[in-house]
Every structure is written in C-alpha cells, then in structure tokens.
C-alpha cells in the first residue's frame, strides 16, 4: 500500500498517511486531520506556519502575564520574611520590651531621697520620726507602685499584645495571598532564579521577537545575549580606561616638551650672557691695553 507524508495543519508535524485513508490523528497535538479536505503543500506549509506563530504568540502573551503575579509574590514574600523576623525579634526580646526597670529604678531613687530627707530632718529634730519617716516612705513606695509602675507596665504589655497581634494578622494575610497566587498561576512555568521584571522582560522580548519557539530556547538567548552585553560593557570599560591613560599620557607628554623647550631656552640665555661676558672682558681688556701703550 502506498503512502504518502503531509504536514499536520494544526501543529506543522510530518504525518504519513496510506493511500485509502480518510481522517488520521497527529501523535503530537492530538488533532484529527482530514485527509480529504487537505489543500496543497503550500496551503499545509501556510497553516503550519499560522500554527507556529499562534503556538509563539500564546507562549509570548503567557509570559507577560506571569509578570504581575510572580513579582507581587517576591514582593509579599520578602515583606513576610521582615514580618516573621520582626515577630521573632520581639519574641525572643519580650521581658526587656515591657520591663519596668527604669521606672522603678526612678521611683526608688525618690523614695531614697525621701528618706534621706526625713532622717535628717528627724536626727535634728529628735521625737517620732525615727519611727513615722520609714512609715512614710513605705506608704509612699507603695503609691508609687500601685499609681505609676504597675500602670505603665500594663500599658507597655498591652501595646506588645497589640503589636503581636498585628504582626500575625499581617503574617496570615501574607500567607494566604501568596497561597491565592500559587494556586492561580503557574509560577514555576518560569524557573525561579528568573523571577525578576529584566529577566522575565528579556525572555518574553526573546519570544516576541520570534527569535524563539519555546520557553527554554527563549531563556538560552536570553542567557547569551545577557553574557554578550557583558563583555560588550567589559570591552567598553577598558576602552574607556585605555583613552584616559593615553589621555594622561598625551599630557604628561605635554608637560616634558615645555619643560625641553624651557631648558632649550635657558639654555639659549645661559649662552648669550655667555658671549656677553667674553665680549666684555675683551673690550675691557682692549681699553686697558690701549691704555698702557699711550702711557709707555
């Protein structure tokens, strides 16, 4: 029985079909292909393409809207990571959070200097206040305490209960929205160390672009033109580097050759006065011997 191979309008896969035949289904999409209403090998090739470029678009448009949902999730898991660290800092730190110790150690020092005062005032003024100011004080130290301690340490306690109580209200609603979001969208279509919007926005332009069919295509040019920017910036950072030194360089160059000329010219001056001085010394040599002669 003859057969003969055609390409699979719905997904572009090579088919081969029996003479005879009428539907046949694709192993690869699954659909059922009717023989019959078949076009020719350019309107098959057409659709195949149609097919193609469909597949592409849907991967492109499934890309872009895992976009939202995958950074909104980093962003609540980083703030229940803070949220859980926050609750355990205040945990593990709740005495010193609501201790009284300052208060008290105020109010003992008033009571003392209450004392102080009374045992004075009763050592020059002998009688019953040996006896009333400890009395005193002690009444006083419980006033304190009852009026002033115990109500701000009740206050600071129910402050950390309410704070707490924020802190787990907050860490259940961030739970629960990161369940909602893993429950609604397929995040881990996208591996998680692309999770971030220039790597999802660089896969998705690789697609876009028709540069791709599928996502790990897309990731491996993503991952290629990322390293080739690299370099690129490499190459351009020590371009960069190279022109300032040959831009120090031309400078210093600069400054040697007027330091050359100058000394060329100090050089020229040394010599003149040079000169000047021989000429001097031979008039001056002349006159003295014309001066002898008419003497002579």
């Not at 009284?100 to 009571?111: D, P, R």
Request: glycine share 6%; hydrophobic share 40%; proline share 2%.
């Amino acid at each position: 029985m003859e057969t003969r191979r055609i390409l699979c309008p719905g997904c572009g896969a090579q088919l081969v079909i029996k003479n005879g035949y009428k539907k046949i289904k694709c192993d690869y999409c699954g659909g059922i292909v009717n023989v019959n209403t078949l076009d020719s090998d350019e309107g098959i090739m057409q659709r195949a393409i149609e097919a193609e470029e469909r597949r592409i678009d849907e991967l492109a448009a499934k890309i872009i809207s895992l976009k939202e949902p995958i950074l909104s999730r980093k962003a609540k898991c980083k703030k229940l990571s803070e949220v859980n660290n926050e609750i355990q800092y205040k945990t593990n730190n709740k005495e010193e959070l609501t201790s009284v110790k300052g208060e008290i150690s105020s109010a003992t020092m008033v009571i003392g200097l209450i004392c102080v005062g009374f045992w004075f005032y009763g050592t020059y003024n002998t009688g019953a206040w040996f006896i009333i100011f400890p009395i005193l004080a002690f009444v006083g130290l419980e006033i304190i305490a009852m009026h002033f301690i115990m109500p701000k340490k009740n206050h600071k306690e129910e402050a950390y209960n309410i704070m707490m109580n924020e802190l787990t209200r907050q860490r259940v609603e961030l739970e629960a929205e990161i369940a909602e979001i893993d429950n609604r969208y397929n995040i881990n279509f996208i591996p998680m160390q692309y999770h971030n919007e220039k790597d999802i926005n660089g896969i998705y332009n690789s697609v876009k672009r028709k540069r791709a069919t599928n996502l790990g295509l897309a990731i491996s040019l993503y991952e290629n033109e990322c390293k080739a920017k690299e370099m690129l910036d490499n190459q351009n950072r020590m371009l960069a580097q190279q022109q300032e030194m040959l831009k120090q360089q031309i400078e210093q160059l600069e400054v040697n050759r007027q330091a050359l000329e100058e000394a060329k010219r100090a050089n020229r001056r040394d010599k003149v006065q040079d000169i000047a001085s021989i000429g001097t010394t031979i008039y001056v040599g002349t006159k003295i011997w014309d001066h002898i002669k008419k003497n002579m």
